[in-house]
């Protein structure tokens, strides 16, 4: 046998495995079957819905209650209406109810966090995301994140896509990392505030605060000599100095110098002493962000 039929026979398996694969793993539309919430405006998009069921399920600390809005069958009605308007309207089908881009950011953000709870309830009882599988499930959280695809205005698209490419790619702005929920543990907190327009800008200030400031996601070991980081830092690299670069800062500086502009003062002071200390990032606690 010659080399050149070995590499063929080769190139013919992987087509095959890979044929396989996604025959299997073929994508799995979640049908939205409700009506529009009562009172949906007829010229903009309301969050006020969902808003009302965050508020009355996720705790002080930012833990949901999956358990209990599981129980009321209301309150999932209530959610799978939400999302009908989710489905039904988008900014690309529907931009004149979306007059500014914050709007659009909203509408990406607010959707990606109601379809992920949709999910999660749709599965509950479950220990984490990663416990809803595909059939050949290749990376962590495949069958959540990708083979799942949820309606967005009437095209369905899988929640990685929406984050990739609606959201990450079409706005730029890292501080979304510090906003988007993927109900675990080491995600961002649930937060039950949905502004839009120019008061998202200030829910986006928060949420990154929040976020660098709690020693779990940001902390200095002086003993050590290592800053560990959230896990969020390391897959989103790019898109954090990609930020420094657009505000004319040094990206070599890289991640601590992201991290310092929203640093408070105590911690701004650790990272400033860290020199040439080691980052190491923390393993990502996929276990659900349940209150009970």
């Known amino acids: ?25 073929r994508p799995r539309k979640v049908i939205i079957d409700a009506p529009l919430p009562i009172g949906f405006p007829v010229e903009s998009f309301a969050h006020d819905s969902f808003e009302q069921l965050l508020q009355t399920y996720v705790s002080a600390d930012g833990r949901t209650d999956y358990e209990r809005w599981h129980s009321f069958s209301a309150s999932r009605e209530q959610l799978d209406s939400y999302l009908a308007a989710v489905a039904q309207f988008s900014p690309h089908n529907s931009p ?13 953000m607010y959707a990606y966090n109601a379809y992920v709870i949709k999910s999660v309830l749709d599965h ?17 959280g495949l069958g959540f994140f990708y083979r799942q695809r949820f309606a967005f205005g009437g095209k369905y698209m899988s929640l990685l896509k929406v984050e990739t490419t609606e959201i990450r790619e079409n706005f730029k702005d890292p501080r979304i990392h510090f906003f988007l929920n993927c109900a675990s543990e080491s ?44 896990t969020i830092f390391k897959w989103y690299e790019n898109d954090f100095t990609h930020a420094l670069r657009i505000d004319g800062k040094p990206a070599e500086h890289g991640l601590l110098a992201y991290v310092s502009q929203y640093a408070a003062s105590s911690l701004t002071a650790d990272i400033a002493q860290a020199g040439d200390y080691e980052i190491e990032f923390r393993d990502y606690d996929w276990d659900i962000n349940s209150s009970h």
């Open 187 to 230: 995600c961002p907190i649930a937060r039950p505030e949905l502004p839009v327009g120019e008061d998202l800008e200030t829910l986006l200030a928060e949420a990154t605060v929040d976020f660098i400031n709690d020693a779990t996601n940001v902390s200095v070991d002086h003993e050590e000599e290592t800053v560990y980081l959230s």
């Open 124 to 140: 509950w009882p479950i220990a984490s995301v990663t416990d809803v599988k595909a059939p050949l499930e290749a990376v962590t």
């Open 96 to 108: 004149e109810r979306f007059p500014n881009r914050n709007d659009e950011l909203a509408y990406w």
């Open 1 to 25: 046998m010659t080399k050149t039929t070995i590499s063929l026979g080769l190139v013919f398996l992987l087509l095959a495995a890979a044929t396989v694969f996604l025959v299997v793993n």
